[in-house]
């Protein structure tokens, strides 16, 4: 019986201990045991697939949006990316000035079903009669504006223009009538559209125009009256030293650095020089006046002569300021209305 419950007891102390140490495992392990839910665990509840995870993660990565810098600037202590080649863009060539102006012309716009050369433009004005001034235009389709043609060009859209007035005075209601009979006469030839600009009532603006002109049509003439004849060796002597050249006319004339005629200088007697000068057609900025008043000085004390008029009376420096006066007021007048002396449309009307 002794025997008996001892062993009895070894039994249950055995068990006791395993029991004991079963409670004393699990209290350690709960030290490791998180409250967040298992991504993996929860995505497989869900059907997704292990590898799936990888992918997503892939795909986030690809939808995030890097750090970048402008292209014209790089990061700091990044060397600058080199810039591709590129091709140089071709040079543009420089209109021609047109040469019409609605102001002064009557103009025709055509355009033709195929494209003319620039010497065929050029030719169009040269193929018609008559005794006014006729100009032609070309459209640039690349700079969108018209331009005087251009050898090697082609134009589709032409403008033909009739100057309504020059120092010949108004355009005519005949010229009128010729010049839109020609201009419709060749469109209807070439199977072109004809357009008309410019000028709404051409006989009444030219009739308008040229009254302007008329109060603005200027020239102004010195001449140097000398005590006794010269010789024409010491006439041209002096006219050289002064800027003048004498041309194949045999006139004398003072040119600035464009070609544009300042003076005009010829002796118009053995005794006697002749200084002009056209105020129209010479530019308010080239002092032309003041030119003409320092040059007459100067030829008349080397030729022994008095500055006069064309009434033959002496023109002292009085009278020559009041006259540089009065050539400011033309060109003042001129500048007003958008021809100012000395520019293109200026040096049309007073050709």
């Known amino acids: 019986m002794g025997l008996l419950a001892l062993g009895v007891a070894v039994v249950v102390g055995v068990f006791g201990f395993n029991k004991w140490q079963e409670i004393k495992h699990r209290k350690a392990g709960r030290g490791f045991v998180s409250g967040?839910?298992?991504?993996?665990?929860?995505?497989?509840?869900?059907?997704?697939?292990?590898?799936?995870?990888?992918?997503?993660?892939a795909m986030q990565a690809a939808d995030r949006i890097e750090p970048?810098?402008?292209e014209e600037e790089a990061p700091p202590g990044a060397a600058a990316p080199a810039a591709a080649?590129?091709?140089?863009?071709?040079?543009?060539?420089?209109?021609?000035?047109?040469?019409?102006?609605?102001?002064?012309?009557y103009i025709a716009a055509i355009e033709f079903a195929a494209p003319l050369s620039?010497?065929?433009?050029?030719?169009?004005?040269?193929?018609?009669?008559?005794?006014?001034?006729?100009?032609?235009?070309?459209?640039?389709?690349?700079?969108?504006?018209w331009e005087a043609p251009v050898a090697g060009?082609?134009?589709?859209?032409?403008?033909?223009?009739?100057q309504i007035t020059d120092r010949g005075g108004p355009v005519r209601e005949?010229?009128?009538?010729?010049?839109?009979?020609?201009?419709?006469?060749?469109?209807?030839?070439?199977?072109?559209?004809?357009?008309?600009?410019?000028?709404?009532?051409?006989l009444a603006n030219a009739v308008e125009l040229d009254a302007f002109c008329a109060e603005v049509d200027v020239q102004i003439g010195i001449s140097l009256v000398a005590a006794s004849t010269f010789a024409e060796t010491k006439f041209r002597g002096l006219a050289e030293a002064n800027g003048f050249v004498r041309e194949d006319d045999g006139v004398f004339r003072r040119r600035d650095d464009n070609g544009l005629e300042l003076l005009t200088l010829r002796q118009s007697a053995p005794a006697a020089v002749s200084m002009m000068l056209d105020v129209p057609?010479?530019?308010?900025?080239?002092?032309?006046?003041?030119?003409?008043?320092?040059?007459?000085?100067?030829?008349?004390?080397?030729?022994?002569?008095?500055?006069?008029?064309?009434?033959?009376?002496v023109l002292d420096d009085a009278m020559l300021a009041k006259i540089g006066q009065g050539v400011a007021g033309i060109h003042g007048r001129m500048e007003a209305a958008g021809m100012p002396a000395g520019g293109p449309l200026a040096l049309r009307l007073f050709a």
């Open 281 to 313: 057609r010479v530019p308010r900025e080239s002092a032309a006046f003041g030119l003409m008043a320092h040059c007459a000085r100067t030829l008349a004390k080397g030729l022994d002569a008095r500055i006069v008029d064309d009434n033959q009376r």
């Open 68 to 70: 970048h810098w402008p």
């Open 174 to 202: 005949s010229d009128l009538a010729e010049f839109r009979q020609a201009v419709e006469a060749l469109a209807s030839e070439s199977g072109a559209a004809v357009t008309w600009a410019g000028v709404h009532n051409p």
């Open 36 to 57: 967040h839910e298992d991504v993996l665990l929860a995505k497989r509840a869900q059907g997704v697939e292990p590898g799936a995870i990888e992918a997503v993660g």
């Open 85 to 105: 080649p590129t091709a140089p863009a071709p040079a543009s060539q420089p209109l021609a000035p047109a040469m019409l102006d609605e102001r002064i012309d």
């Open 118 to 145: 620039g010497e065929r433009v050029a030719a169009l004005a040269a193929g018609f009669e008559s005794g006014r001034t006729i100009g032609c235009d070309g459209f640039n389709t690349a700079a969108r504006a």
């Open 153 to 162: 060009s082609e134009y589709r859209k032409v403008r033909i223009g009739l």
